[in-house]
């Protein structure tokens, strides 16, 4: 099956809260790229709220469950008492989660498992008790090890983070080592039964190699590409471009 496209809302919602206007609506742009294919939509909380607000989390629930009940709410952030009780309150069917601190400009690295082991083994335990899949977020830096105690926290998933594939946009050579790392990546995550997201920096142009060498890639969560595409192409289109880039016939 072809990655799901999990359309990221971040870059949006930054771009509305530069004026005191309700525009542009996430709402409107989470209909447009659903009703276009997406199979989700993901957005990260941050506790200054300089993107996602918290009063936008029930806007896009009630989207979610009264207009397309088949796609996903994917809800990314460091595990504080604040997020944990928001992602309780909305109840996405996935909850990301992410080792930022809260002045980072976006997420750039991946959990230490070792060194936060028993921390993230309870915060699993709290969103699966109330039935929510758990993906961490994990370095594609080559480490089976990694992958084994990322499973020992009891998580669905990991999310690779794509960010220095990404980077590699103008050198070919250095793309084709990322893409062997987060191969091999995904490689020991799977075989330690832990399904595999992956996020940051992905275009439509980078996705196509990435798929081919992880078959199994179960989603990909895209926000920052995906909107700039849709300032040439619209939104629907950019959505069906993403989605054909996962290998989905569209």
Request: proline share 6%; with cysteine.
């Amino acid at each position: 099956m072809p990655a799901k496209l999990s359309v990221n809302l971040n870059a949006i919602a930054m771009l509305r809260n530069r004026r005191d206007l309700p525009w542009p609506d996430l709402a409107h742009f989470g209909r447009i790229a659903l009703a276009a294919g997406a199979s989700g939509l993901t957005v990260h909380p941050r506790p200054d709220q300089r993107h996602i607000r918290f009063s936008d989390l029930p806007v896009l629930r009630a989207l979610i469950d009264d207009e397309f009940p088949e796609a996903e709410f994917n809800i990314e952030g460091y595990p504080t008492e604040e997020f944990l009780a928001l992602c309780e309150a909305a109840e996405p069917e996935q909850v990301t989660l992410v080792p930022d601190d809260p002045s980072q400009a976006t997420s750039d690295h991946g959990w230490d498992f070792a060194g936060q082991q028993d921390f993230l083994k309870t915060v699993v335990a709290r969103l699966k008790g109330k039935g929510m899949r758990v993906s961490l977020f994990a370095d594609g830096d080559g480490d089976a090890q990694a992958m084994a105690l990322a499973a020992q926290t009891g998580a669905d998933r990991v999310e690779l983070y794509t960010g220095p594939y990404g980077g590699c946009y103008d050198d070919p050579e250095r793309a084709a080592k990322e893409i062997d790392l987060l191969g091999r990546t995904a490689d020991a995550a799977i075989a330690r039964g832990l399904a595999v997201n992956a996020g940051h920096d992905l275009t439509v142009a980078n996705l196509p190699p990435l798929a081919r060498r992880i078959p199994q890639l179960a989603e990909v969560s895209i926000g920052h590409g995906l909107t700039a595409d849709a300032l040439e192409y619209g939104m629907a289109e950019t959505v069906r471009r993403f989605r054909h880039a996962c290998g989905q016939k569209v």
